[in-house]
């Protein structure tokens, strides 16, 4: 198989095999009772304001699963439940605008989950609502994802309740999938969303977060086409699109600036193609194809993003061993800080999966 592809000019991955792993895996139980709730509202630090108004209990068990798929993300996330009122509050000042499409389930006296009414919220906009639920199945879409980039959507029940149970499907599908297979989701994903939902677009001076969006996602688009561009500055960018500098940053300050969005693409380029044993090309000669000059500067910025040497990541990616850091990217040692992150590189097209 891997003689074929490499004939016929298709570039090997060595991970399409792999089964697919959560990007995210947190537990409440890892800390004391007491502590317990103010750990869980780390993991949305960036994403909601959570507040917890009644216990039963000094204790707050909940579990979090995040899996990435390709740019979209799907949460699992168990409560406590009843017993416990939790109040969930949009940031007044968002720095994330993705849909989101939660679908709750409380457990009955027999210990059957049932399935509630599913809703779809953006995080750009403002919401407040209580939970109660025992469980929630989340998947998040950047905005800019849809191909409108709307600033509302709307959907009937019946479409609304059959998106709910693709997501709820997904979610019990993820053990038997692999790599190879998040193309195929997030195009299918694509379709369903585009035929089930309802775009309106809201007047401009009320819309700062979508006109936004859509600036960002054909921002990026140029970013892509000229990637190898030396030359590509963020001037060359603000008369590309007619934005001003001060736009351009306010769009790209969630990634730490535009000049750090294209170098941390390079580098994943890099990174991708150090992984594909049909390239024998020697490691400096794809630095400079990408705009790193100096290879000394080139490895330690690699190293610092990937936690390895290049050579070592070439050495790992031909051997067709996936290291776990190829999979953070401005992963944080608090666990509050991953879901936020996670959703911003989604958004700005820096995915941490590798099948982007």
């Known amino acids: ?36 709730f103010d750990f869980f ?35 699992a996330t168990r409560l406590p439940g009843s017993g416990y009122d939790v109040r969930w509050t949009h940031k007044k000042r968002p720095i994330l605008d993705h849909w989101m499409l939660t679908v709750p389930f409380s457990q ?6 049932s399935q509630g009414k599913p809703r779809m919220t953006c995080l750009a906009s403002p919401d407040e609502r209580m939970i109660f639920d025992d469980q929630l199945i989340t998947l998040f879409l950047p905005r800019a994802w849809l191909a409108t980039h709307p600033s509302r959507i709307e959907a009937s029940d019946a479409n609304l309740n ?11 599908s993820l053990p038997g999938l692999k ?20 775009r309106w677009d809201s007047h401009p001076a009320a819309a700062q977060g979508p006109m936004d969006a859509i600036a960002a996602a054909r921002i990026t688009r140029i970013i892509a086409e000229k990637l190898a561009d030396q030359d590509l500055t963020p001037d060359k960018l603000c008369r590309a699109i007619g934005v001003s500098r001060s736009r351009l940053y306010r769009i790209f300050e969630p990634a730490g600036g535009v000049s750090n969005y294209i170098r941390r693409k390079r580098l994943l380029k890099t990174r991708d193609i150090l992984a594909d044993r049909s390239d024998q090309r020697t490691i400096s000669s794809i630095a400079v194809e990408w705009g790193f000059t100096d290879a000394s500067v080139y490895s330690r910025m690699f190293r610092k993003e990937f936690g390895m040497s290049p050579t070592e990541a070439r050495d790992l990616g031909w051997q067709g061993v ?35």
């Open 162 to 172: 059959f998106l709910a149970g693709y997501a709820v499907l997904l979610h019990r």
């Open 1 to 36: 198989m891997d003689a074929r592809v490499r004939s016929a000019g298709i570039p090997f991955d060595p991970f399409a095999h792999d089964p697919l792993h959560c990007a995210i895996d947190v537990d409440t139980s890892s800390r004391i009772p007491s502590e317990q």
């Open 41 to 75: 509202q780390t993991w949305y630090t960036g994403v909601a304001e959570i507040q917890l108004l009644r216990a039963e209990e000094l204790s707050f068990p909940a579990h979090q699963q995040v899996w990435q798929l390709g740019n979209l993300a799907l949460s």
């Open 179 to 198: 790599e190879g297979d998040l193309p195929h989701i997030v195009a299918a994903t694509s379709n369903l969303f585009a035929a089930a939902l309802t």
């Open 322 to 356: 996936k290291h776990a850091s190829w999979l953070s990217i401005d992963q944080q040692g608090d666990h509050g800080c991953i879901l936020s992150n996670l959703l911003i590189n989604n958004s700005l097209g820096l995915s941490r999966s590798p099948a982007r």
């Open 108 to 113: 009955t006296p027999d210990g059957v989950m």
